[in-house]
């Protein structure tokens, strides 16, 4: 599943003006692809269109691309997130990412309870979507 990131730029720039994002170019999207053949679409046009870096000055990170839970964790703790790939936190020990192990659907797991608890959003843009309605809100 495809969808259309471009308008949500709009309101991260109304909402988080300090926000930083680059683009991810084809070539890396690319290597993505390969090394994760069933990387979801909704994915890899985020990172093309809105792309990596950080939302406001601290509200989260979306990574370059998706990482190891070992490359947080130790392995004992990474062994429990089997299956999971990290594609952002919110710089306070919360993570987000995929549960590859059951459709690629949206996880969250928080370091100090490692495990994944799933998401009420069901793509990225959809779940960064939310963090800028939570705040636009408050």
Known sequence: MTEDVAPLL??????????????????ELAAIRKQHPDVPDHYLSFLRT??????????FMIYNG??????FFDGVV????????????????WMAGFDTLNGWGL??????????????AKTIGEFVALRVSDFRFE
């Open 50 to 59: 809105v792309g990596a870096g950080r939302l406001g000055t601290g509200n």
């Open 78 to 93: 990474a062994s429990g997130l089997a299956g999971v790939l990290f594609f952002g936190d919110d710089f306070s020990g």
């Open 10 to 27: 709009d309101a991260i720039r109304q909402v988080f003006p300090a926000s930083r994002f680059a683009p991810i170019s084809a070539p």
């Open 107 to 120: 996880v969250g797991v928080d370091s100090s309870s490692p495990r994944p608890v799933p998401e009420r």
């Open 66 to 71: 998706p990482c190891d839970p070992s490359s």
